[in-house]
């Protein structure tokens, strides 16, 4: 059984920073991780997102003020949030695209933890 958990999120002022950690456990392999997010009444998007290599893609909203990285020995991955602004407001999930012994390839995700920003 594959597991995401996120933590993280909060209540912050616009110009803030946050962390987000994901830790996965189970027993597989990483393809990619991915921070995605979504708002309330919008479509959930891609915001940042990491291969088994390193490396590294943003969407264009958040380049230059998020940076995600990753843990390979915890199975781990981040999302440092600097310079938030009220638009971030939203549920943020961790999403690995993982191949798991026994079920193969697949996309799994975290529960999702609230980020808002106030301006």
């Known amino acids: 059984q594959v597991q995401l958990v996120e933590s993280g999120g909060g209540l912050v002022q616009s110009g803030g920073s946050l962390r987000l950690s994901c830790a996965a456990s189970g027993d597989f392999s990483i393809y990619s991780m991915n921070w995605c997010r979504q708002a309330p009444g919008k479509q959930r998007e891609l915001v940042a997102s990491i291969t088994s290599g390193g490396m590294t893609n943003y969407a264009d909203s958040v380049k230059g003020r998020f940076t995600i990285s990753r843990d390979n020995d915890k199975n781990a991955v981040y999302l440092q949030m600097n310079s938030l602004k009220p638009e971030d407001t939203a549920v943020y999930y961790c999403?690995?695209?993982?191949?798991?012994?026994?079920?193969?390839?697949?996309?799994?995700w975290g529960q999702g933890t609230q980020v808002t920003v106030s301006s």
């Open positions: 999403n690995g695209h993982l191949v798991v012994r026994g079920l193969g390839e697949g996309d799994y």
